[in-house]
């Protein structure tokens, strides 16, 4: 593997922006709309992901020695915009837990998934990192192309999700060249083979774990059993249909010579100039990681 053979754009910036959201006021409960499903679809995604994010740096760096420079640079960069959505989302849910969720049950799910993957290789973790990073980078494209995913969201909230997906993309490409690079030896097919299982099972896993907090949080707001499968249902398949819309981009993760920068989505960042201008002190980025 070298850096020019790889479709990641040479000017790409990748810009840690040490955003603060929803600390001067309390989130209402009921956040996305006064939605029970949209609030607990996307409270059960936060959830995840102090704990998530803190894997997928630890399983990216443990690469990092020996990586062509380029990609060390970006690995870093990636590690830091990583612990600053950490930091947020663990905000973000301890706002929800003061408007009266328990989140214990979804985090304790993550952490047991994890548990079962750290005893694996280094090059499985970084394999399942790569493909739960595809997997945010799609949602995050999204989020961000069809602003009715967040309509009716309480403004702060609304701008944690889009600075979060702003950053998404533009380190997307990051786990999957430290992916390329950890399995430069391996043939094309291993490669292939090993790749496309790892998503399957990642996204099993995602929607199953998913679905089930999801309900859960639910349930929390005493909405249970055909109601609130329906609820859901439609609202991930339907409308506003988030899972049906990342259908075709998830598909083409398994195309022989997929990369994430084949489609290059960087306009989607220059909608939100207020988020994507990146133009906070670097001091404070390092201060947080
Ligand atoms: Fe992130
Ligand atoms: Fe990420």
Known sequence: MTATTLPTPADLSITPRDRRFGRETATPRLWHGGRVEATAIYNALSSTFPIGEAYFVESVRAFRE????????????????EAIHSREHD??????????????????RVQDRLAITRERAPIVNVGATMALEHFTAILAHELLNNPRHLEGAEPEAADLWRWHSVEEIEHK???YD???????DWPRWKRWKVKAKVM?????????????GSLELMRQDGVTGIKAWSLLLWYLW???????????AWLKFFLPGFHPWNEDDRHLLAA??????????????????
């Open 200 to 212: 399957l099972l990642v996204t099993r896993n995602f929607v199953v774990d998913r679905t089930a």
């Open 91 to 108: 905000a973000f849910n301890k706002r929800a837990e003061l408007a009266g969720y328990d989140l214990s049950k979804l985090e304790a």
């Open 173 to 175: 490409g990051v786990a």
């Open 272 to 289: 939100y100039p207020a988020i994507a201008s990146g133009d906070e002190p670097k001091r404070k980025v390092r201060r947080a990681v």
């Open 178 to 184: 430290t992916w390329l690079f950890a399995t430069r």
């Open 238 to 248: 339907v409308r506003p249909g988030m899972f049906r819309k990342i259908a075709g």
């Open 66 to 81: 020996g990586a062509p420079p380029k990609l060390a640079e970006e690995i870093k960069a990636f590690t830091t915009q």
